[in-house]
Structures are given as structure tokens and as C-alpha cells.
């Protein structure tokens, strides 16, 4: 699968992401002591001199193409089921709608189980299985679950997923049919994260609940590896990204810091901008009072399931990293985010989950505002495909009979 045989990865130890304190990333890892994420850290200074950024395209249209910047050392663990390297396509009409000229879409629907959970999920479980790990457990909102459970199933590992009762449908039958042990619970992600803590605490399963291991923010950076090389060695402006646990918007600044210190890259890094659902935008609110933290929020509700967050861990680096660039947080009510999705698919063909739509409707506040020029190249990232919310979508078309008037084309 792997295509240059001496491809190999420069990880070199975990490092806390608020205290700085570093630990041994050949055994399993979780928090720090201080409660903190870890981050993988690896031999930028050696790669530099190993590698360079031509030399990536020829490689395998995957995220494994990134392979010395990812922490699986050996190819024998490399679990794939093909993710990585989705298209970016321009969004002329819509553009032209919201006032944008250079507006695409870096869409993550296209690739395995349909939401861009799929790239955590490879390369998490892909580290767990090398680690000798062999029962993963996680709380979800459904799509992550998912992922993990076929991801699992392809490495041969059991898969413990918790989620909400209202989590979408199609994601219950994914970890059902990848033979995961799943259960649900009548409540948020954080109740579903509370019966994870037990069973790992009791029953010695592997927690890797969002950020508590360091690996699936590894899989998440490649997104914006690949945004650097599908633009030629350069970066978009602005990205918007609608954040949930936050893991997509942190791996993409941690990939931008990576690409910095190889000297592979020496602009300014794009303007990252977190949109949230009105009904659940704990990481808005810090932002909006210029704070480092995110209060919890309270009772999440929106249809953008997998940005229903109220409380996430990734909030300081989420913060860190729209404060770093220079970007900004963006609440948007339901109701936008479902035209949104309407307008999106009518002008330019792309049926996105809502929380893809989010973004949608973010750039248009973004552009009113003028906090966005109307010639910067911004990229909105479709998270998932709407394929897996059909629910969101009505559709009553007429029944029709042999004999009935044909519709006229109206
Ligand atoms: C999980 C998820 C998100 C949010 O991702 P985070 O990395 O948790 O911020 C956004 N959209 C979809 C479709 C998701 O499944
Ligand atoms: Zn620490």
C-alpha cells in the first residue's frame, strides 16, 4: 500500500499541551497528570534534511502520504480503508451569491463512512493497534463512533461506542454492522463520556474520547497538509471550520506549525475561524469575552449533532489557535445553517451535513461584516457528507400514474 518503502515516521515523543511536560510515546498514553491533552511531537529538524516537498507527489492519494509526520512507525499496523487526499472544488455560484471571489470547499463527505471521522479513526487506531492495544472505548455524537467501529473492526480490534439516543440513525447502524459493542444513552455526549469513564476505569478498556488519546489529532492535521499541497505550497487566507470537540481546527493549526518549523512554509498562516450552532457555542462565547477558557454551556441543542459540544476539553487550543491566527468564532442559529444547505446543493451541487453548512452561513455573516475581503481565498470545510442526515432534508414529490399530465418543467 505504502508506496516509497524507507517512508517512515519521525515521531519522537508526546509532549502536554499546557505544561509542556513530555512523555514516552511508544506506550499507551492519556491526559497529562495536569488533565491536559498530549501532542505528538516529532524530529522536524532531522525531516527537514530528509525530505522535501516535492519529493510528496508521487505518493498514494491518502493521508499515509504524510507518513513521517504521522506517529506509526511500522507499515505492518497502517489500518486503511483509503482516506485522505479529498477534493477541494471551487464554489463559483455561491461565491458570487455571498460576495466572494475565491471561495471553495474542501469537501470531506468524499471519503470512507462520509465524514472526515474517518481520518482520526485510521490513523488512531492504526497507533493503537502498534501500541498492542486491543479494546478501544468512546463516547460520540455518532460519526466518530462509526468511524472507530469500522476502523477497529479492519485492525481487529473490539470497539466500545456510547452515544446519544438522538445521535443519527445511520450512525447506530455503522457501529452495529462493524460488530462494535454499542450502547446509547438518553442524554448529551458528556453523560455518553461519563459510562465511557467507568468502563474504562472498571473493565480496562482504552479510552479514546476526543483529545484523551494523542493520535486522532494526527489523522485530523492532514487536512491541512493536504490544503497546502492542493494549493501549490500555499495556504488559503481564511478557513472556516465548524468546531465541535475542536480536534479538525487544532490538528489543521498544529499541521500549519509543522509545515512552519520544516521551512517548508513561510507565510502567514490562515485566519481560523470556528463556527458553532447558536444552540451550543460554548467556544463563541470565550471568544467573544476574550477569554483562554470555555465555560461548559449548559443543555446543547441543535441539528448540527456533531458540533454539540458543551463542554470540550480542546477548548483552550481551539482558542489558542483562533487567537494565533489572527481568525475568529462564529455562532450561527439552526434555521441559517439549514438554507444554508439548501442553497449550497441548489447552487453548486454539494448535498453537505449541516455542520458543513455551518460554514456556509458563517462566511455570508463573515462578508456583511466585512471581516472578509471579498477577493481572499477562503475554504469552507464540509465535515461530512448530508447523505448521512437524511432527515434534515423533506422531500414530497407527487405520485404519479400512467395516465396523469406529465410535469411541465416548471
Ligand atoms: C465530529 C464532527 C464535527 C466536529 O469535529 P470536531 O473535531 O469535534 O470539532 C463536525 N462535523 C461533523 C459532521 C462531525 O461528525
Ligand atoms: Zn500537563
Not at 457528507?385 to 422531500?395: C, D, I, R
Request: net charge negative; proline share 7%.
Amino acid at each position: 500500500m505504502i508506496a516509497s518503502g524507507v517512508a517512515t515516521s519521525y515521531l519522537s515523543h508526546l509532549q502536554c499541551s499546557e505544561c509542556g511536560r513530555t512523555f514516552d510515546a511508544d506506550r499507551p498514553q492519556n491526559l497529562c497528570a495536569c488533565g491536559s491533552p498530549l501532542l505528538a511531537r516529532y524530529d522536524l529538524t532531522r525531516l527537514a534534511g530528509a525530505l522535501s516537498p516535492a519529493a510528496l507527489a508521487d505518493r498514494p492519494r491518502t493521508l499515509w502520504r504524510y507518513r513521517e509526520l504521522l506517529p506509526v512507525r511500522d507499515d505492518e499496523h497502517v489500518t486503511t480503508l483509503g482516506e485522505g487526499m479529498t477534493p477541494l472544488v471551487a464554489l463559483p455560484r455561491l461565491g458570487e451569491r455571498l460576495d466572494l471571489s475565491r471561495l471553495a470547499l474542501k469537501d470531506e463527505g468524499i471519503g470512507p463512512t462520509g465524514t472526515f471521522k474517518a481520518r482520526g479513526a485510521a490513523v488512531g487506531v492504526s497507533r493503537a493497534r502498534e501500541l498492542g492495544i486491543e479494546r478501544v472505548a468512546m463516547p460520540t455524537n455518532g460519526n466518530a463512533g462509526a468511524a472507530w467501529s469500522v476502523y477497529a473492526a479492519r485492525a481487529g480490534l473490539a470497539a466500545l461506542v456510547v452515544m446519544p439516543i438522538d445521535a443519527p440513525g445511520v450512525t447506530r447502524r455503522e457501529c452495529a454492522v462493524a460488530g462494535a459493542q454499542l450502547s446509547l444513552v438518553d442524554g448529551a455526549i458528556a453523560d455518553a463520556g461519563a459510562i465511557v469513564a467507568r468502563a474504562v476505569a472498571d473493565r480496562g478498556w482504552f479510552d479514546v474520547s476526543t483529545l484523551k488519546e494523542p493520535y486522532r489529532l494526527e489523522g485530523k492535521k492532514t487536512m491541512g497538509l493536504e490544503l497546502f499541497e492542493q494549493l501549490g505550497a500555499r495556504m488559503p487566507d481564511v478557513i472556516i471550520y465548524p468546531a465541535g470537540g475542536g480536534v479538525g481546527l487544532i490538528g489543521i493549526h498544529k499541521a500549519m506549525s509543522e509545515l512552519r518549523e520544516l521551512g517548508w512554509y513561510d507565510g502567514p498562516f490562515p485566519r481560523l475561524v470556528a463556527v458553532q450552532s447558536a444552540g451550543c457555542a460554548p467556544v463563541v462565547r470565550a471568544y467573544e469575552a476574550g477569554e483562554r477558557r470555555a465555560a461548559p454551556w449548559g443543555d446543547g441543542e441543535t441539528i448540527a449533532f456533531g458540533i454539540n459540544v458543551a463542554k470540550p476539553l480542546g477548548a483552550p487550543l481551539m482558542l489558542d489557535a483562533i487567537y494565533d491566527t489572527g481568525g475568529c468564532a462564529v455562532a450561527v442559529p439552526d434555521p441559517e445553517l439549514l438554507d444554508a444547505m439548501h442553497e449550497l446543493a441548489r447552487l453548486e451541487g454539494a448535498f453537505v451535513c449541516p455542520e458543513g453548512a455551518a460554514t456556509v452561513a458563517a462566511a455570508r455573516r463573515l462578508r456583511e461584516t466585512g471581516w472578509l475581503q471579498r477577493d481572499e481565498r477562503v475554504v469552507l470545510l464540509n465535515t461530512g457528507t448530508g447523505l448521512k442526515y437524511p432527515e434534515t432534508v423533506t422531500a414530497d414529490p407527487p405520485v404519479l400514474r400512467p395516465g396523469d399530465p406529465v410535469p411541465d418543467g416548471h
